[in-house]
Structure formats: C-alpha cells, structure tokens
C-alpha cells in the first residue's frame, strides 16, 4: 500500500505541474492535427488503391495519428526528467523515503493521462473531418487504451535514456533519431499491403504499429484475437520498460 500511496503522490505532484501550462495540450497537438488535416486531404484517394479496407482514408489515418500522438508524448518525456536533474530536484526526492518506482511510474502516469485527453481531442476532429470507427464505443476505447500504453512503453524508455545519458542535447537526438523512423516503419499512413516487403517485415515487430493495430480493430468485427495479443504485448513492453527506468533510476542514485 506504501508504494501505491507513493505512486498517487507523485502522479498527483506532475499533475498539479501539468495544470499550471495547459497550453501544453494545445501546441503538442498542433503537428498531429496537421497531419490529420493535411495528410487526410491530399492523401483522400488512395484508399482506391487494392489493399485498403476501408473507402475513407480519413477513417483510416484517425487511429494513427492518435497513437502517434500518444508517442511523441512519451518519446519526449525524458526532457523532463534531465530539468529535474539540472535542477536538483531528483535529488532531493532520492534522499527522501519515496518508493523509487514511484519517480518513474507517477511521471509515467501522468503523461498517460495527458495522453487520453489528446486522444480524445484527436477523435472529436477526426469525426468531424469525417472518419467514421465502425467498432463504436468499443473501439474508442481500445484506441485510448493503446494509446495509453504506447506512451507508457516509450515514456519509460525515455526517462531511462534521459537517466543514463543525463544530458538534454543528448536525449533529443535519441528521440529524433527513433520517433520518426519507427512512425514511417508502421501502417499509421499506409496499408501494409501497399508497403514494400522489407518495410512490411519491420512492422511487424514495431510496437507502434502493433498500436495502431488494436486501436483499429473492431470487437464487434471479430477481432478479439487481435485485440488480446497486441494489447498483452503492449502491455508486457510497458512493464518491462518500468523496470529498465526503474533499474537506470537506481544506478543513478549509486554513481551519487
């Protein structure tokens, strides 16, 4: 109960930050919203293509662009983490008696919950621009639910890398380095099908596209198989990067 007490603690201290810029919300938002404005309009016509499932492009980029969101949410998340090196305030939590995973986890929490808020706003524009989610109710919820887990799985890589590297310079290039690549080696913009071989391959073993997979499965289509074995996955790959941030947490409290 400890480590639990600890963790809303520290969930509630990032959120209480949070509150203090919500304009933060608007301008993470203003990339995903061109490509989904953007994207959605000059690209409308290929879902001609063989290979698509879907007669509206605008149905098909939606769920994309909110996991995509979702990660470069999580991918810059160690930026916070070296401010709070720089400026000592890491430090003055590691000599208190907080549960260290609580460092990790409530930041990591609180970006997912920044994240539900940009899904949601994500998905109002899409319909409004017309995507249509077939799966209804259900399906929003599982393209939230990846959206959440996304970010968990990479906010926590980030905070490990920020960790380990402890340099701000250092932690942009490695986000820049992979958040880019790992959208582009996914279905967020085009059907596998249409993709070459090679890329295809690399697709499959790219957590995000096995999120944007879920978020566009359809429950009520059958897809229940899909849905247990990409969310059981995503769900694995956020608990082991906790533990990576949390272990990388702990070797930084020992070099002290």
Same mark, same amino acid.
């Given at each position: /109960?400890?480590? =639990?007490?600890?963790?809303?603690? /520290?969930?509630?201290?990032?959120? $209480?930050?949070?509150? $203090?810029?919500?304009?933060?919300?608007?301008?993470?938002?203003?990339?995903?919203? !061109?490509?989904?404005?953007?994207?959605?309009?000059?690209?409308?016509?290929?879902?001609?293509?063989?290979?698509?499932?879907?007669?509206?492009?605008?149905?098909?980029?939606?769920?994309?662009?909110?996991?995509?969101? *979702?990660?470069?949410?999580?991918?810059?998340?160690?930026?916070? &983490?070296?401010?709070?090196?720089? $400026?000592?305030?890491?430090?003055?939590?590691?000599?208190?008696?907080?549960?260290?995973?609580?460092?990790?986890?409530? $930041?990591? =929490?609180?970006?997912?919950?920044?994240?539900?808020?940009?899904?949601?706003?994500?998905?109002?524009?899409? =319909?409004?621009?017309?995507?249509?989610?077939?799966?209804?109710?259900?399906?929003? &919820?599982?393209?939230?639910? *990846?959206? /959440?887990?996304?970010?968990?799985?990479?906010? @926590?890589?980030?905070?490990?890398?920020?960790?380990?590297?402890?340099?701000?310079?250092?932690? !942009?290039?490695?986000?820049?380095?992979?958040?880019?690549?790992?959208?582009?080696?996914?279905?967020?913009?085009?059907?596998?099908?249409?993709?070459?071989?090679? /890329?295809?391959?690399?697709?499959?073993?790219?957590?995000?596209?096995?999120?944007?997979? =879920?978020?566009? *499965?359809?429950?009520? @289509?059958?897809?229940?198989?899909?849905?247990?074995?990409?969310?059981? #996955?995503?769900? @694995?790959? #956020? @608990?082991?990067?906790?533990?990576?941030?949390?272990?990388?947490?702990? *070797?930084?409290?020992?070099?002290?």
């Amino acid at each position: /109960m400890t480590s =639990l007490a600890h963790t809303w603690h /520290m969930t509630g201290r990032h959120l $209480r930050n949070f509150s $203090r810029q919500p304009w933060y919300i608007a301008f993470s938002l203003v990339q995903p919203v !061109i490509y989904l404005l953007l994207f959605g309009a000059l690209f409308k016509r290929v879902v001609e293509l063989p290979g698509f499932a879907t007669t509206s492009y605008v149905t098909y980029l939606t769920p994309g662009i909110v996991v995509m969101s *979702a990660l470069f949410s999580g991918g810059w998340l160690g930026v916070s &983490v070296i401010t709070d090196l720089e $400026r000592g305030v890491l430090d003055r939590f590691l000599v208190s008696p907080v549960w260290r995973g609580a460092l990790i986890i409530g $930041r990591v =929490l609180q970006t997912a919950l920044v994240t539900v808020i940009q899904s949601l706003i994500l998905i109002g524009l899409g =319909l409004l621009v017309g995507a249509r989610f077939a799966g209804g109710a259900a399906q929003l &919820v599982a393209l939230i639910a *990846a959206a /959440m887990l996304l970010t968990a799985i990479f906010g @926590a890589l980030s905070c490990a890398v920020a960790l380990a590297l402890r340099k701000e310079e250092s932690i !942009i290039g490695v986000v820049q380095f992979l958040l880019l690549p790992l959208t582009f080696l996914s279905s967020v913009f085009m059907a596998p099908a249409l993709m070459p071989g090679w /890329m295809r391959q690399l697709a499959r073993v790219n957590p995000l596209n096995w999120a944007v997979e =879920l978020g566009r *499965a359809q429950p009520t @289509a059958g897809d229940g198989s899909l849905l247990l074995s990409r969310g059981v #996955a995503l769900l @694995a790959l #956020a @608990a082991v990067a906790t533990w990576l941030a949390t272990r990388a947490l702990r *070797a930084y409290q020992r070099s002290l």
